[in-house]
């Protein structure tokens, strides 16, 4: 295809150069052929013009000389008195003897004497006679002292009348030259013409040559020339004078002029510039092609630099010889756009491969690399890490600063001294990832404890010092996987194994790729059971008996899920899942809209419970929480004190102002707020008396145990006492046998929940069990709002 | 000086002719122009030969004979008095009378008689635009137009006949056409005859010299 086009443009700029050469001279051939033809023309015509001016000038003298010595002989003959004297006697003899003597003065060929009705009376020589004689005496009388040309006897004659007159006219005399070849043979010398002589119809003489008839006469006349084989031209050039002569035979003299000769000429003169035209041509044909040769071979060499172009090959010499300066600056401006496009090829390769922010390789490349070169390494490392805190550095510093972290995070892991191949990608957002190879006796740990600190170490920043906080999950390669996409899935297992066990470090462990896969299936489960609002889920209620009146104003609500195929799974297991998934507030939206149902029913069927539910950090957190839960108790019309919002101290600290400010909120809503576990993780008394908390409920890792040890006991004696204190009702989680619930009642303890008293049952069991009970745990009054 | 003796002579014919009508012929061309000096003459019936005792007169005065025309009676004799101070030379070839008086001054030896019917034309040998007739009457009935073309003669019947002559006749000059009255066309009035004479009137004369003065 570019072999092809490279040809087209080859032949046409050869044609073209070629065509415009040939069509120059062709041009200018034509041009002087037709001048020279048109002036050559011009230039004969006139000079075939003077030279029948001339022959008319030369026929009329001659005519007019000859004329005069006619009416000199015939006026001096009939002005003698004895010719006279002779006529009048008709003295035929004399006559004769004195025309005779008349005409031989001036060699006339025709002398008569004829009486005026044109009867011969007398002739010089051996005329026999002629008819018509009268009709030619009249023709003549009309133009007196003037000859005419007239054929008398089959023969040309210059004839003059003259009367005799004595004194009245008594007879005429008719005197005249003959015109035969050889006066025609004159008068074409002296013209230079041919001459021809005509009576009417019949051609008298000629100087033209093979006249047979009058046929082939005019033929002659109208004769073509032929030589140019598809143009005629007249060979001849007539010019028809009409001379005095009687008009019932009147005779007119052709000149022609033959054009042959100069045709001839012309002809010549025309293949001359023909052949030498037809010479240019040909030097022109191969002038042309040298000249289109010259000029297309550098452009054949850049169209092949082109083609290198396509295949990526930029730098190249192009040898276009000693070309125009139109070609130079092509090719000039080929090679710079050859090494432009390379650069720009590099600019885009670049970006294709790196991160335009830190500069390291991107997930793209990162993947292209795993793929060739882990196959290459005994054994590798692969780390990846995330900035924990990255989202916080985002929204109070500004993204500027969070980009700027995420440059020296590639900094920091670029500077990392190491004797053995190493690949440092970004991925994507703020996850990094380093590969790096093993020998045999390298200790992982060691080296991503040295990458570790490297990156935490305290980042300063336009004068801003901060800490950057990571999770990270690290794979061995090929321990854990020889595939490099699995080997980075599982890193990132890892690493997210890190982040919901809140390390900064995980190592994969074998099988947790599973795991995930079977909670991946599990949360998929989760949420599409979430969305089909099905009946999957269900509640429990487990009863909390007051310890001072020995009634159940309060119930737990647990949530419990059946998995079609599964079966039951534990809320430990899906809750955290939920939690992790960011799904627990729409899980937490179900059990309040469900437990607010469950307390319209049987606050309308008389039993006045209150429902304890828990609630997570992203519960509280959610900005229209708050918003549902009144909703949702305006919706079932519960009083909103009827409902009691469980959450733990590690929950509320997860957005420790956030937290704070919803709960504060909820309690002035009227609904209850209760700390759930409490006494184990990281509950500080300092914290405590700042929260809005209605009451306590000791975790159950003091409670299990309590009739049997003498420590817990001093310690929930203690708490009691500090959360009374502070106005806070106690509620104690996991009574298991009747010593530790007295116990706490001792201790004054206000609430016991646990399986010495009932488990978590569905609403009809424990409807059931409270009749069962009634006795033991009466419920309160239906106005009783406080338990 | 010669109208009496002419005259005289009319009135000769006049008188011989008193027995017969008179009828009045009107010659004219072939334009109707009238044509004076006309000549015409009774040719039939028994010939009445005229008187012929007189002597006619041709004069010829700077270059032209006077008068041009005379018509005379069968023998009568003609002097031809040169009054140039030139000579003449006067001739003629016609066939009623050829004669020649070679160059002469103020007058010729003898009269010439005239002894032939016919019309004589003369001619000057050497001045060439002289031309003068005589016309020669048989009979006494003959008269010449007038100016007005009109002539009277003396005619016994419709069956009479009659020449006519003129000087400029397109006819040859000596031919005297001869018509019967019958044939003749008549005025409406039937008071005249009228006979038509074609002429042409003679161009200046071509002489030699003219000739020789127009070619140069």
């Not at chain 1, 002989?73 to 003899?93: E, H, I, P, Y």
């Not at chain 1, 025309?99 to 003065?105: I, S, T, V």
């Not at chain 1, 011969?120 to 030619?136: P, W």
């Not at chain 2, 019309?119 to 006494?140: K, R, T």
Request: with cysteine.
């Amino acid at each position: 295809m570019k072999i092809l086009s490279v040809q087209i443009i080859n032949k046409s700029l050869h044609k073209q150069i070629v065509l415009l050469l040939v069509s120059l001279v062709l041009l200018t051939t034509v041009a002087i052929q037709v001048t020279s033809w048109w002036s050559a023309r011009n230039f004969n015509n006139q000079q075939i013009q003077q030279q029948i001016d001339n022959s008319i000038a030369i026929l009329a003298e001659y005519s007019q000389t000859r004329e005069e010595l006619l009416i000199s002989a015939s006026s001096v003959l009939t002005a003698d008195f004895g010719f006279k004297q002779a006529v009048a006697t008709a003295d035929r003899a004399t006559l004769e003897s004195m025309l005779q003597n008349h005409g031989e003065r001036i060699n006339a060929d025709l002398m008569l004497l004829t009486t005026l009705e044109g009867e011969l009376v007398a002739n010089s020589g051996d005329f026999e006679g002629a008819t018509q004689l009268r009709t030619l005496e009249r023709s003549l009388e009309a133009t007196p002292n003037r000859s005419q040309l007239a054929v008398i006897n089959g023969n040309l004659y210059q004839v003059i009348l003259q009367p005799v007159l004595a004194p009245r006219a008594i007879a005429y005399t008719l005197i005249g030259f003959e015109i035969d070849q050889k006066i025609l043979n004159k008068l074409t010398d002296l013209t230079m013409m041919d001459l021809s002589f005509l009576a009417g119809n019949q051609v008298l003489l000629t100087s033209l040559n093979n006249i047979t008839s009058k046929d082939a006469f005019m033929a002659s006349l109208q004769k073509s020339d032929n030589e140019w084989f598809f143009w005629s031209r007249p060979a001849f050039i007539n010019t028809v004078i009409k001379p005095l002569s009687p008009e019932t035979n009147p005779v007119s003299i052709i000149l022609t002029a033959d054009l042959r000769p100069i045709y001839k000429e012309y002809d010549g003169l025309a293949i001359k510039i023909g052949v030498v035209a037809a010479l240019i041509m040909l030097g022109a044909i191969f002038t042309g092609q040298y000249f289109a040769n010259r000029m297309v071979r550098p452009i054949t060499r850049l169209v092949s630099v082109a083609k290198n172009f396509s295949t990526g090959n930029y730098t190249q010499d192009i040898d276009i010889g000693n070309s125009s300066s139109e070609i130079k600056t092509l090719s000039n401006a080929l090679l710079t756009m050859g090494r432009d496009i390379q650069k720009r090829e590099n600019e885009i390769t670049y970006q294709a491969d790196h991160d335009g922010l830190t500069g390291l390789i991107n997930a793209r490349k990162m993947r292209n690399t795993l793929e060739s070169v882990l196959p290459t390494m005994d054994k590798s490392l692969q780390i990846v890490f995330y900035i924990e805190n990255f989202r916080q550095i985002n929204d109070q510093l500004g993204p500027e600063f969070a980009d700027a972290c995420l440059k020296i995070v590639a900094e920091r892991l670029q500077s990392i001294d190491y004797p053995l191949k190493q690949f440092h990608a970004r991925m994507d957002g703020i996850e990094f990832i380093s590969v790096l190879q093993l020998n045999d006796n390298a200790r992982p740990s060691e080296i991503t404890d040295k990458i570790l600190q490297s990156l935490e170490q305290p980042l300063i920043h336009k004068g801003i010092e901060i800490q950057l906080r990571f999770y990270s999950g690290v794979t061995l390669y090929p321990e854990h996987g020889e595939d490099p996409q699995i080997i980075l899935r599982r890193t990132r297992i890892a690493a997210d194994f890190a982040r919901t066990q809140k390390k900064r470090l995980h190592c994969y462990e074998i099988g947790q790729d599973e795991a995930r896969l079977e909670q991946l299936e599990m949360l998929e489960a989760l949420n599409a059971a979430l969305k089909a609002k099905s009946s999957e889920f269900y509640l429990h209620f487990q009863p909390k008996v007051n310890l001072h009146n020995n009634t159940v104003t309060a119930v737990e609500t647990l949530i419990r899920w059946q998995r079609p195929g599964s079966g039951y799974v534990p809320p430990d297991i899906f809750i955290d899942l939920a939690e992790q998934a960011g799904l627990i507030v729409a899980l937490t939206r179900w059990v309040v809209g469900q437990t607010l149902e469950q307390l319209k029913s049987w606050h309308q069927a008389g039993l006045p419970l209150q429902a304890a539910i828990n609630v997570s950090a992203e519960d509280i957190c959610h900005p229209q929480f708050c918003q549902m839960m009144e909703q949702a108790v305006i919706h079932a019309g519960i009083q909103p004190h009827y409902c009691i919002l469980e959450i733990t101290e590690r929950d509320i600290m997860y957005d420790e102002a956030l937290g704070l400010l919803t709960l504060k909120s909820l309690k002035k809503m009227g609904f209850r707020i209760a700390l759930d576990d409490y006494g184990v993780g990281q509950s500080t008394l300092v914290k405590l008396k700042d929260l809005p908390i209605d009451e306590l409920k000791l975790d159950k890792a003091f409670i299990m145990t309590l009739d049997q040890s003498d420590k817990n006991q001093k310690i929930v004696r203690a708490t009691i006492i500090m959360a009374h204190s502070l106005g806070m009702k106690v509620v104690a989680e996991g009574v298991e046998n009747a010593a530790s619930m007295q116990l706490l009642k001792d201790m004054n303890c206000d609430a016991v929940q646990g399986y010495h008293l009932a488990k978590p049952m569905e609403p009809a069991q424990l409807e059931t069990w409270l009749e069962t009970n009634d006795a033991a745990y009466r419920l309160p009054d239906i106005d009783a709002n406080d338990p | 000086m010669y109208s009496g003796k002419y005259f005289a002579g009319l009135v000769l014919l006049f008188i011989s002719g008193l027995a017969l009508a008179d009828m009045t012929f009107l010659v004219q061309d072939q334009d109707g122009k009238p044509l004076a000096d006309s000549v015409l003459e009774v040719v039939s019936d028994p010939l009445k030969p005229g008187v012929n005792s007189d002597l006619g007169i041709i004069d010829q005065i700077e270059k032209a004979f006077v008068p041009e025309l005379v018509v005379i009676q069968k023998g009568q004799l003609v002097d031809f008095p040169n009054s140039d101070n030139i000579r003449h030379h006067v001739y003629s070839f016609s066939s009623a009378k050829t004669f020649e008086l070679k160059l002469y001054a103020d007058r010729p030896e003898k009269p010439v008689l005239f002894d032939q019917h016919g019309v004589v034309v003369l001619g000057c040998n050497i001045h060439d635009s002289m031309v003068g007739y005589i016309y020669v009457a048989a009979d006494q009935r003959v008269v010449k137009t007038d100016s007005q073309g009109l002539g009277q003669l003396p005619v016994s019947s419709d069956n009479s006949q009659i020449s006519v002559w003129h000087a400029h006749q397109n006819k040859s000059t000596e031919q005297r056409d001869i018509y019967t009255l019958s044939d003749l066309k008549q005025s409406a009035d039937k008071q005249r005859y009228i006979v038509t004479v074609e002429v042409t009137q003679p161009p200046a004369r071509d002489t030699f010299e003219d000739t020789f003065r127009a070619n140069y």
